[in-house]
Nanobody, 116 residues
Framework: QVQLVESGGGLVQPGGSLRLSCAAS????????MRWYRQAPGKDRELVAV????????NYADSVKGRFTISRDNVKKMVFLQMNSLKPEDTAVYYCEVSRYGIEYWGKGTLVTVSS
């Protein structure tokens, strides 16, 4: 079955960096577009970044452009989110997501807290 397991969250000061990881299993990772979402307290879940199957195409939410970088390793079946210049408004639970045959699969998320 499809499994997505996020890791790498934590508490970081404004201006700091974190690298999130998502380990995937149970599906053909190399042929799947992968996405990172986040959900801040009291807000809707929002799409943060998308990466194509081979990693050649990426897209970002305007709020994170120039600060976040999505990447993937198709051998290790992992997707990453490098987050730099973090701001308090980046505080959220971050989720890895994949859609297969019209069904969305989500990990349990990893909490990122940006605070001094």
């Amino acid at each position: 079955q499809v499994q997505l397991v996020e890791s790498g969250g934590g508490l970081v000061q404004p201006g700091g960096s974190l690298r999130l990881s998502c380990a995937a299993s149970g599906f053909t990772f190399s042929s799947s577009t992968m996405r990172w979402y986040r959900q801040a307290p009291g807000k809707d879940r929002e799409l943060v970044a998308v990466i194509s199957t081979a990693g050649g195409s990426t897209n970002y939410a305007d709020s994170v452009k120039g600060r976040f970088t999505i990447s993937r390793d198709n051998v290790k079946k992992m997707v990453f989110l490098q987050m730099n210049s973090l701001k308090p408004e980046d505080t959220a639970v971050y989720y890895c997501e994949v859609s297969r045959y019209g069904i969305e699969y989500w990990g349990k998320g990893t909490l990122v807290t940006v605070s001094s």
